[in-house]
């Protein structure tokens, strides 16, 4: 009888552990769509032929490599002329470098472009400070970026997380907002960028004031863009049949270091993470480019140089707002067992106007013939996040399933951004931040735990 006792006990504990899901906070934010800032909020910069829209990516595997774009209105002499050089100490004269950039422009619809000029630089030193200037005469305009230090099992590194930022004021707020933060190297962002196609004939103006608007941070540190859907840009009835044209003229990555034949995927080394960027609106299915690339690339990961293994795909896996709800599907059942099989430590997602942190939970034990179907705890498992609460003009995604299914820890209807700092090859701290509270706040947060070095359950997470 007491045997029976205790196995029934057991049997309603697991039940409660499956129908029971994490924490919906109670924090509520005005559902509404967010203000759009106009224009002439982000003039051009003063100057004849200045450059503008400054920014910067990885340009190459492993870090050693940056990618400096800028826009001028005019192609004249020496506006695709990029001069950088290293910080040196005392009276030593800096060596300066000239490189020479790709140069591009295209037409969409009644608009053309300015002239886009993406330069490569390579053979950078590892944790390095390097100034570069773009422009000529009285329209010189100078920044600066520092190198991650030299791949390696137990660098830190400090990565800011933002999706669906769009340039509305609430937008406005979540990039300063992350700006507060001195410890940022790098923002890993999972899509939907200006949200030009918003607007009548997707007015290619927003793309160019988008790229005023970041550039205050994009100009000084690598982003590490995934592609939404709102980049798809794809109008045949206004007589643009080819998808992400404007979103590939602006920004340019190093896809080929990682040997993808698409911008739209591909990976990079950073400190002591492995980064993998997957495309939701391009071709998954077996035997696709994308498909193909991503097998080969899992097995190039080493675990041993780079213990973090992290995932970035625009349309979330696991989601539970009414709003996109199991849009990303078919991609989850195409790939999650390579997840879990390669101990994917972190899925990033954007799409979903809200926030939520899922638990380590996978769904691959399904088939044809055994009808299991159900999420469960998996300790191999990554941690699914959602973050499309940058501020766009959408507005909040607050139509949580209710009551909230197993797989969920944490979620929240508020605009904000996130913070990955890794620690170690075992310790990463993640902190969530929404917009109304001061930076050093942290509304979730929770310390990771490295699934190949460390794959111990983590700690129930401090949320405010």
């Known amino acids: 009888m007491r045997m029976n006792i205790v196995i029934l006990a057991f049997v309603f504990l697991n039940i409660t552990t499956v129908i029971n899901g994490g924490m919906t906070s109670k924090f509520v934010q005005q559902a509404q769509p967010s203000n759009e800032m106009t224009l002439s909020t982000f003039p051009s910069p003063a100057g004849h032929n200045a450059p503008e829209q400054v920014h910067i990516v990885q340009g190459d595997y492993n870090g050693r490599g940056i990618i400096i774009s800028w826009v001028t209105p005019l192609n004249l002499a020496g506006s695709n002329v990029v001069t950088d050089w290293k910080t040196v100490d005392g009276d030593v004269k800096p060596e300066k470098k000239r490189t020479h950039a790709s140069t591009s422009s295209y037409r969409f619809y009644d608009y053309t472009s300015g002239f886009l000029h993406h330069a490569t630089i390579k053979g950078l030193e590892y944790d390095t400070k390097y100034i570069y200037e773009v422009g000529s005469d009285e329209s010189v305009r100078q920044f600066n970026f520092t190198t991650p ?226 999420p469960v705890k998996d300790p191999s498992a990554p941690i699914y996040i959602t973050i499309g609460d940058g501020g766009n003009i959408e507005g909040i995604a607050n139509s949580f399933t209710d009551p909230p299914p197993s797989y969920s820890a944490y979620r929240e209807a508020s605009f904000g951004h996130a913070v990955l700092d890794i620690l170690n090859r075992t310790h990463a701290s993640y902190t969530w931040h929404r917009n109304q509270d001061n930076e050093p706040v942290a509304a979730d947060s929770i310390m990771l735990h490295n699934r190949y070095f460390f794959p111990v359950e983590e700690l129930p997470s401090s949320r405010v």
Request: charge should be neutral; hydrophobic fraction near 35%.
């Open 149 to 374: 230090l030299k791949v390696g099992p137990d660098v830190p590194y400090t990565f800011g997380i933002i999706g669906d930022l769009g340039q509305t004021y609430a937008s406005n707020e979540t990039l300063y907002h992350y700006m507060s933060n001195p410890k940022g190297q790098a923002v890993l962002f999972p899509g939907d960028l200006s949200y030009a196609d918003n607007h009548p004939n997707h007015d290619q103006r927003k793309w160019d004031s988008w790229g005023r608007f970041v550039e205050h941070c994009a100009a000084y540190q690598p982003f590490i863009y995934a592609a939404g859907n709102h980049e798809v840009d794809f109008v045949p009835n206004i007589g643009e049949p080819h998808a992400f044209k404007p979103y590939i003229h602006h920004y340019h990555n190093s896809y080929k270091a990682s040997k993808s034949t698409s911008p739209l995927w591909f990976s990079i080394r950073r400190a002591s993470a492995h980064i993998i960027v997957l495309s939701s609106y391009s071709a998954y299915g077996k035997y696709t480019p994308q498909y193909v690339w991503l097998e080969q690339e899992l097995k190039k990961v080493n675990r041993e140089e780079t213990p973090w293994l992290i995932v970035m795909v625009h349309a979330p896996w696991y989601n539970s707002n009414n709003y996109h709800y199991m849009e990303g599907e078919s991609m989850r059942v195409m790939f999650e067992p390579w997840f879990v099989n390669n101990k994917v430590d972190l899925v990033i997602s954007g799409h979903v106007h809200s926030y939520e942190r899922t638990e380590r939970i996978s769904n691959i034990k399904y088939n044809v013939t055994n009808g299991l179907s159900s």
